[in-house]
């Protein structure tokens, strides 16, 4: 899950998050039965099993990034697309206690890998699985993205709104900005107001506004429509995890978020 790289906050700030956002997830996984694995995530084609053998896959991705920034020998994410898919599709139909066990020690493997990375080389550059580059300083970030956005796929009560603040308010303005570069670079720079090449839909372009926050931010140019609604809406709404029933406004088909 890798959009715009938004500027690094302190590592340090985010380690103590991330383990408590992963407590809380073992804990809803804990309450599942063998027979709930099986049924359908919010992820077209991807079961509950799915999701957790994704979940732990990534925590040992990121672990792999995180050995590549700490030596600077270059050790990527997944060692191949196929295989990455491969170990979910084994993983997925496997008990419950399997699941939390995997889950559990790779989850176990990526704290103790953060918190023995010297702090000079948080800032060492590395690249994600979809060829981005970023400095190790957001890998943590970006592992707690997978747990609270996968924590709603998994179709088990948590919901948009049960996001932290602090994560909305980070994640929907990277978000907004996302979308905003895609607008942007699709338009040519001597187009004039809202022309487009008529053989494509035109790029979103949009004024948002959460009316629990004091966040706003225009999407694309020339936007002449504004959505509002609770912060946790609008995001949930932009990384399609949301159909916007609740938002205010003209709701445009969006391309994925990432």
Same mark, same amino acid.
């Given at each position: 899950?890798?959009?715009?790289?938004?500027?690094?906050?302190?590592? $340090?700030?985010?380690?103590?998050?991330?383990?408590? *956002?992963?407590?809380?997830?073992?804990?809803?996984?804990? $309450?599942?039965?063998?027979?709930?694995?099986?049924?359908?995530?919010?992820?077209?084609?991807?079961?509950?099993?799915?999701?957790? @053998?994704?979940?732990?896959?990534?925590?040992?991705?990121?672990?792999?990034?995180?050995?590549? *920034?700490?030596?600077?020998?270059?050790?990527?994410?997944?060692?191949?697309?196929?295989?990455?898919?491969?170990?979910?599709?084994?993983? @997925?139909?496997?008990? #419950?206690?399997?699941?939390?066990?995997?889950?559990? *020690?790779?989850?176990?493997?990526?704290?103790?890998?953060?918190? @023995?990375?010297?702090?000079?080389?948080?800032?060492?550059?590395?690249?994600?699985?979809?060829? &981005?580059?970023?400095?190790? /300083?957001?890998?943590?970030?970006?592992?707690?993205?997978?747990?609270?956005?996968?924590?709603?796929?998994?179709? #088990?009560?948590?919901?948009?709104?049960?996001?932290?603040?602090?994560?909305? $308010?980070?994640?929907?303005?990277?978000?907004?900005?996302?979308?905003?570069?895609? $607008?942007?670079?699709?338009?040519?720079?001597?187009? &004039?107001?809202?022309?487009?090449?008529?053989?494509?839909?035109?790029?979103?372009?949009?004024?948002?506004?959460?009316?629990?926050?004091?966040?706003?931010?225009?999407?694309?140019?020339?936007?002449?429509?504004?959505?509002?609604?609770?912060? @946790?809406?609008?995001?949930?709404?932009?990384?399609?995890?949301?159909?916007?029933? /609740?938002? &205010?406004?003209?709701?445009?088909?969006?391309?994925?978020?990432?």
């Amino acid at each position: 899950m890798t959009s715009e790289v938004p500027e690094p906050t302190a590592p $340090a700030d985010l380690i103590e998050t991330v383990d408590a *956002a992963t407590r809380s997830l073992l804990g809803a996984v804990e $309450a599942l039965q063998d027979s709930d694995i099986a049924e359908p995530s919010l992820l077209p084609g991807w079961t509950r099993g799915h999701l957790l @053998a994704h979940l732990a896959r990534n925590a040992d991705g990121l672990v792999n990034l995180l050995l590549w *920034a700490r030596t600077g020998i270059e050790t990527p994410q997944y060692a191949s697309q196929l295989l990455r898919d491969s170990d979910i599709e084994e993983g @997925a139909p496997r008990p #419950i206690a399997e699941q939390l066990d995997d889950l559990r *020690a790779s989850a176990t493997r990526f704290s103790g890998m953060v918190r @023995a990375m010297p702090p000079e080389r948080w800032e060492f550059r590395v690249r994600a699985r979809t060829g &981005k580059e970023l400095p190790a /300083a957001l890998i943590p970030w970006l592992r707690l993205r997978e747990i609270e956005i996968h924590r709603v796929d998994l179709n #088990i009560g948590y919901l948009p709104e049960d996001w932290p603040a602090t994560f909305v $308010a980070r994640l929907l303005p990277e978000v907004a900005r996302s979308f905003d570069h895609t $607008a942007s670079a699709h338009r040519p720079p001597d187009a &004039k107001p809202m022309t487009h090449d008529p053989a494509q839909p035109p790029p979103p372009s949009f004024t948002l506004v959460a009316t629990d926050t004091d966040f706003t931010t225009t999407v694309g140019l020339d936007p002449t429509d504004t959505i509002s609604g609770p912060a @946790a809406e609008l995001l949930a709404w932009l990384i399609g995890r949301d159909d916007g029933v /609740a938002l &205010k406004g003209f709701l445009p088909n969006l391309p994925p978020w990432l």
